[in-house]
């Protein structure tokens, strides 16, 4: 493992990417980890260097603001990697404030409120000739006469795109309603839950969904990526938990020419559901930061983190985008979370398996490929740190993660 000092410069990863900090750990970058949390299992990582504590942007998205300027003031910081939607939002929206200290990667405000905004979203879909599902606001239809789905219309609610939120508040509206043709579903309650006018969208028949993941520098495409969801965290869909690396020339063609048509900038997941009927890719979600699946594209080798360290420190002619095909990695947590939907998630557009069939689905592809996001036995203690917190709900204190960091290294440098 390259020698980590803050003298040979620092980033900036915000809350607990394991991926992330891994990836520039590995090549040497001194990794600073700001976190809400004392605690955070990705502090224990032999690659996490330090933590800072930040106030939660729940508690104030302001705050979290100025203390993450604040670290991005010291001499040694060169980068912030954003990792969650709050990121992509203070970074864009303060971006001046940021760069005084140092350089980003991230998108002009009016391009982040374009992605964050699923209508926009459709429109600039209609203009680069991207076929999307149709989206209007729920506002707008009288009647449901074909299957569809009922979503927030923002990624993030924040004061610039609804009504009602001063600068530090924000929401994340996670809720969906299957709707079936004919139905007469309360849009008041609807409209009180997601707190906002909410989106209607077109439900499409999946024959599989997909990622396309991309890194841009001013409308030109530095790296991209695909993989495969073979497994959500739901039977009906939803995250991805077990993900293949894969290339399709379609897929790839649809997935540039809409962020060419965006002229986009930074990074990019677009998350794509291939039409059983037409064949077509079809895109539903644009996320602007760090994807939760991150760990399955480091794992099939698109080093997406070290791909956005190299751009924003001047460096981007020394990004070599490859990968390799078929390369599956699973989220252990979403798995179980998968096993448990089958249980208590209802949809009408899914079929529901059985539960022994689910078990051995998992149990066959975990044995076939072995490869998981945090479960590392070169770094064991960010999976042991996890597991104390959501089976015997206790912290792991600093002085046993010291203790356990120390006698790990200790051990590998007498091997």
């Known amino acids: 493992m390259a020698t980590r000092r803050k003298s040979d410069g620092s980033v900036l990863i915000t809350t607990g990417n394991y991926a992330t900090t891994r990836s520039l750990g590995e090549k040497g970058i001194y990794t600073i980890l700001a976190s809400e949390y004392d605690d955070t299992p990705v502090g224990s990582s032999r690659y996490c260097d330090e933590v800072v504590r930040v106030p939660a942007p729940r508690d104030g998205l302001v705050a979290y603001k100025d203390a993450l300027v604040e670290i991005a003031a010291r001499p040694d910081v060169k980068t912030i990697v954003p ?3 709050e990121d992509g939002y203070v970074l864009s929206k303060y971006y001046d404030e940021f760069d005084e200290h140092v350089d980003v990667v991230v998108q002009p405000f009016e391009m982040l409120h374009e992605a964050h905004d699923r209508i926009r ?9 991207v076929p999307m599902p149709r989206t209007r606001l729920l506002s707008d239809v009288e009647e449901f006469d074909t299957p569809a789905i009922i979503k927030a219309r923002f990624n993030v609610l924040v004061g610039e795109y609804v009504d009602g939120y001063d600068p530090s508040e924000y929401d994340i509206i996670k809720g969906i309603h ?5 139905d007469v579903p309360d849009r008041d309650e609807i409209v009180r839950e997601m707190k906002h006018d909410p989106i209607v969208q077109e439900y499409v028949p999946s024959a599989g969904k997909y990622m396309f993941a991309a890194l841009y520098d001013h409308g030109v495409p530095v790296a991209t990526f695909q993989h495969r969801q073979i497994r959500g965290n739901s039977y009906t869909g939803g995250g991805g938990v077990y993900r293949s690396s894969v290339y399709i020339p379609e897929l790839e063609a649809v997935g540039r020419k809409l962020l060419d048509h965006m002229n986009w ?3 990019a997941c677009i998350e794509y559901v291939k039409d059983a009927e037409t064949g077509e890719f079809k895109p539903i979600e644009l996320n602007p930061r760090i994807w939760q699946s991150m760990p399955s594209t480091v794992r099939a080798g ?3 983190p070290y791909y956005y360290w190299l751009q924003a420190t001047g460096q981007k002619e020394r990004v070599e985008p490859r990968y390799e095909l078929g390369v ?3 989220f252990l947590w979403g798995e ?25 689905e998992v149990a066959s592809s ?29 912290p792991v204190t600093p002085r046993l993660l010291s203790a356990a960091k120390g006698a790990m290294l200790r051990s590998r440098k007498v091997n």
């Not at 979203?121 to 000739?129: C, I, P, S, T, V």
């Open 83 to 85: 990792t969650r939607v």
């Open 121 to 129: 979203l459709f429109d600039a879909a209609q203009a680069a000739g």
């Open 178 to 182: 299957h709707v079936q043709p004919g």
């Open 265 to 267: 900038h930074g990074l």
């Open 302 to 304: 698109a080093d997406f």
């Open 328 to 330: 599956g990695s699973h």
């Open 336 to 360: 179980l979370g998968y096993l448990a939907s089958v249980v208590k998630d209802e949809s009408p557009f899914v079929p529901r398996p059985s539960l022994p069939s689910a078990v051995r």
């Open 366 to 394: 975990i044995i076939s490929e072995p490869r998981f996001d945090i479960v590392r036995l070169d770094d064991p203690l960010p999976f042991v740190h996890f597991v104390f917190h959501v089976f015997f709900s206790k």
